[in-house]
């Protein structure tokens, strides 16, 4: 890590800077409770007290705050030989309960103090954001491309390509997308609980009277996916070839409800902002795409394969030449989904909560 340029973690509307530590503390070593008799509080913390709404429970011997965290990061929270949980306690002046292995329930922090328990919650909580950060994502947000139009356009295009651009350097069946995934990509989640699916469930849902309602007013989103279109600036060597996207009427609905909807879970802290505002577009082939359709990867695992960072490119540049202004057709986006990127019996993405749109 650069010192000067420390890592930024964000915990909902909140903004850190991660300190360095010269240290591994990402052991993962099993905590045994103990009871302990609490330190008398200073009263000196080094943290801000920005969140002082939080309910902390008054006791007989001082304050109690229960932390609901996904038990994943309990490793990072407790660290190398417990180091990382007694130095949140010495320096906040409190004692932290984790459950144990196997076990359910919440982080438990107990101080005399209350600024000391906001202090141990702050500190935890970045622990977790930056873990959170570190995960592959479970979940995404997405407009399904389900219009039988632009499906058949699509098989046809995938024929076409095939004959036509046959022997260009890494391009075949395995890396177009599956007919039954096409969709337009707003953000990706890393929900590592039921509760934390519950809970972006519940945000999901408040997006139409938030968001959807007043940005549409009951008018539907006809969209026209046509002309192609890639990720870097060299067609020889892409490694994601997808499909713009545009409104029939011309107007930037489409865009704005897509930014407002990841600013409100960017906020929530379900989402990580990627950009200034959403890239949207239908991926219809990837070179990662590959590594699940290829029979030799299936030795290795899907889950192995999708986690892999290595790029899979391929040569674009007679694709673009000869299908560069391509139509896909139209499409009236009327569904918002939240899903796993997990295929399910169907054949589509496992659906966890879905909105419908005009």
Known sequence: MDVLRPQIVRVGRRCYRKTFQSE???????????EVELPEAQGMYCDEMCDMS????????????????????????????????????????TQIRIPGRGQLGDIVILGRDRNGVMSAKTRIEVLAASARKRQYFTHFLSFPITGSDIQNQFEEFKVDVLRECDGDRGLDCNIFQTTEKLHLTLGILVLMNEAEIAKATQLLQQCKEDLIDPILRGQPLIARLQGLEFMNDDPGDVTVLYAKVELEDGSDRLQILADRIVDKFVSAGWMKQEYHKVKLHMTILNGKFRKFNDKTAKSVGQNDARKTKERETFDATNIMRLFGGHSFGMQ????????QPIIGPDGHYILESELALP
């Open 54 to 93: 939080t309910n902390v429970e008054k006791t007989d011997s001082g304050y109690r705050l229960a932390l609901d965290v996904p038990n994943a990061f309990y490793g990072i929270i407790i660290g190398k030989k417990g180091e990382t949980k007694q130095r949140i306690e010495m320096e906040t002046q």
């Open 332 to 339: 009236h986006i009327n569904t918002l989904q939240l899903s």
């Open 24 to 34: 591994d503390r990402n052991g993962e070593e099993p905590y045994r409770e103990e």
